[in-house]
């Protein structure tokens, strides 16, 4: 590449830094010139001045959650193993501002990835999580970067931070299937996390399904034993939809809805499959929903919305393809297996997405289409359905009441369905009116 990495234009919202040489490359220093005259970035300078001049990780690290640095800024670390995510932004950002945690604290790097080390991004904040490219070498402007030439844009450099990436191979490692590889990551870390049942069970629900209840309700730690022994053979992207639709779906959408950090074990494997969750959504085409249903048991997030209004999706969707599923649903509702119930509603995703159809999946007979993260959709229709339940006797047990909302996906649908309702037998079907 004939660019320089001297002259950095901007960062990117995806986190990557690319280099360019031209002519807004000047007027840019300069207005970097004055930022760098700013308390903050005097702060910056006096710190790697003091990394350089052999100041303790420690106490860098330590400066820099006082600072309270943003989600993008680099942190002192390491340099990343095979399978390992980087995890200082989330313990800086944790971290009391002025309290020391030697036994957390990494050294600073010492050593840079080799070139032709083979890394991907997983930072579940990257727009570009699930890419995959080669390491050039060490950036000569910014500190704990390297410059990286990605598969997805051979003909660009960037700049990646060491805690947004994971490493694939290093280059003696090259020899076998980069998708072997990247299996085994996954599986090393779905490993990790099941050895730490304690901290697991924290975060991730136990498998108390009808066929699971009682002594054979099924514990977390087993739960992700069982994607591992049924996913040896799959590719990595098949892995992490797999894990998926285990019970491991909950602390994985908790952390991108809330970005709070679970145990390390766990957010590396959060981070882990997140990224080759994007990477199979990466090879799907967008395509129209036909449509897509989702029963929302807890629905007060929606709060007072109505048509015309916008919901945001920041984590990956469940849905259904048909009402049949749905209706599926309703014995376990009325039971109570589903435990507490709030207001209910019944999302219906009409417009054009992207999916993923799991073939190899936890509960087999589910049919479930997953949507991906960072959605939007605009309510094009709501209203209420009902229906009056009575038991065996004929006596009166409950009105179901539940809120439909229409929802318009990236373009509008050639062909919206048409409203639905209860039928007499208790049933979700689409209105003959």
């Known amino acids: 590449m004939s660019r320089s990495p001297e002259h950095i234009s901007q960062l990117a919202d995806d986190g990557k830094e690319f280099a360019d040489a031209g002519p ?18 005097r702060q910056l300078q006096a710190l ?23 989600d993008r800024a680099p942190a002192s670390e390491t340099p990343a193993r095979p399978g390992q995510t980087k995890h200082l932004r989330h313990e800086a950002r944790q971290s009391p501002p002025v309290q020391l945690r030697p036994e957390t604290v990494q050294l600073a790097i010492s050593e840079n990835l080799a070139a032709g080390t083979r890394i991907m991004v997983a930072n579940p904040a990257a727009r570009d999580a699930g890419d995959i490219g080669t390491v050039i070498g060490p950036s000569t402007v910014k500190p704990y970067c390297m410059r990286v030439r990605f598969d997805n844009e051979p003909d660009t450099i960037y700049r990646v931070y060491f805690h947004e990436i994971v490493v694939v191979s290093t280059p003696e490692q090259q020899d076998g299937n980069e998708d072997q590889l990247l299996n085994a990551m996954i599986l090393g870390a779905i490993a990790a996390a099941e050895a730490i049942p304690e901290q697991l069970g924290a975060v991730m629900e136990t498998d108390k399904t009808p066929e ?19 996913c040896a053979n799959l590719s990595a992207e098949e892995t992490a939809t797999y894990l998926y639709t285990t019970y491991f779906f909950g602390p994985l959408n908790r952390y991108l809805r809330d970005r709070v950090a679970p145990a390390p074990e766990i957010l590396e494997l959060i981070s882990v499959t997140h990224a080759l969750l994007m990477r199979a959504f990466a090879g799907t085409a967008g395509e129209k929903l036909v449509p897509r249903f989702r029963m929302e048991l807890k629905a007060e997030w ?59 999946k936890y509960f087999p007979n589910e049919n479930e289409m997953i949507l991906p993260p960072g959605m939007k959709a605009t309510i094009s229709q ?16 409950k009105k ?14 050639d062909e919206f369905i048409p409203p639905l309702q209860f039928n007499e037998g208790g049933y979700v079907v689409i209105s003959d009116d």
């Open 48 to 70: 790697q001045l003091m990394a350089q001049a052999g100041t303790q990780a420690m106490q860098l690290k330590a400066a820099y959650a006082m600072m309270n640095m943003p």
């Open 24 to 41: 807004q490359a000047i007027a840019q220093r300069r207005l970097q010139a004055i930022a760098d005259n700013s308390p903050r970035a």
């Open 302 to 360: 929606i709060g007072a919305k109505g048509v015309g209004d916008e919901l945001s999706f920041p984590a990956f969707t469940s849905t259904h393809p048909d009402l049949e599923s749905v209706n599926g649903m309703w014995p376990d509702i009325q039971s109570g297996a589903f435990g507490e119930i709030g207001k209910l509603a019944l999302l219906v995703f009409e417009g054009k997405s992207k999916e993923l159809n799991p073939q190899q």
């Open 212 to 230: 699971n209840d009682g002594e054979l309700a099924v514990p977390p730690e087993q739960q992700l034993a069982r994607c591992r022994a049924a």
């Open 400 to 413: 179901w009441v539940i809120t439909v909302y229409h929802l318009t996906m990236t373009e509008a649908p």
């Open 382 to 397: 709501k209203y209420d359905i009902d229906w009056d339940e009575y038991n065996d006797d004929g006596e009166f047990v």
